[in-house]
């Protein structure tokens, strides 16, 4: 049976606290106790098991058994994806997560129909990619951005990944069905408009930048739905890689 799993941004000494939010559901919603052994991952590649030695109201003293320590994945997967309206971009960080894709930026398109007026919206977002990562024993959490529009979005990850193939999902007669394009062995980044499209701006700038135009059905999908069938594609294309 699998351990009980704990986000714990820091694994460096072998007696470590957890506090906070993973604390309170370690003692007080399961109510594990001293001598049980748990699972804790920092999201950036160390996973780490761990025997409860205290438990107190706020906060909880681990002693690691055993750390591993695994290597990022050679290529990344990155979603530069439009906003969709409610919690169907709390699901699509959900999923997105559980799949293994290693970067979400979230984008402004012109055709986007709603921007998110929370303030501490990354923190949500960031929050609901832990526990994904818990649910899906990921050993790294995807890097969350703020909102970017798309001219910003090009610029800082061409920056970030210079070798990086860009695409784009598109119904056009020049689009070419992803299964018929290899991308395995370098980053990818993916960009997915609103349901209404791009706009013929949006379209030049991208192609002005290399993106190639790729089609993943013969039908308009929505956001979350284009977002996670790509994310399954190029997961898939790369191949085993660390949880």
């Not at 939010?21 to 399961?30: F, P, S």
């Not at 058994?65 to 699509?92: H, N, Q, T, Y």
């Not at 979350?224 to 191949?239: K, N």
Request: with cysteine; proline share 5%.
């Amino acid at each position: 049976m699998n351990l009980h799993r704990f986000y714990c941004e820091v694994i460096n000494q072998p007696v470590m606290e957890l506090a906070g939010v993973e604390a309170r559901h370690l003692a007080r919603v399961l109510r594990l106790a001293v001598g049980e052994r748990v699972e804790l991952f920092d999201g950036k590649g160390t996973v780490a098991i761990a025997v409860i030695k205290n438990v107190s109201s706020k906060k909880v003293t681990l002693q690691f058994e055993d750390v591993k320590v695994f290597p990022k994945p050679d290529e990344k997967i990155i979603l530069a994806v439009s906003v969709a309206k409610g919690e169907r971009f709390d699901w699509l960080i959900e999923k997105c997560t559980e799949l293994g894709v290693d970067r979400i930026v979230p984008v402004l398109f012109g055709r986007t129909v709603k921007q998110p007026k929370n303030p501490k919206i990354i923190e949500r977002w960031s929050n609901i990619a832990i526990s994904a990562a818990k649910q899906s024993r990921r050993a790294f959490l995807p890097q969350i951005d703020k909102l970017f529009v798309l001219a910003e979005a090009i610029e800082i990850l061409k920056k970030d990944c210079p070798q990086a193939q860009l695409i784009y999902g598109g119904l056009s007669e020049n689009s070419k069905p992803i299964l018929q394009c290899g991308f395995a062995g370098r980053d990818v980044a993916v960009f997915v408009g609103p349901e209404g499209g791009l706009t013929a701006e949006e379209d030049n700038l991208l192609r002005e930048n290399d993106a190639k135009e790729v089609r993943l059905t013969n039908t308009v999908l929505r956001v979350e739905t284009a977002a996670i069938a790509f994310a399954s594609v190029l997961m898939a294309q790369r191949g085993a890689c660390p949880l």
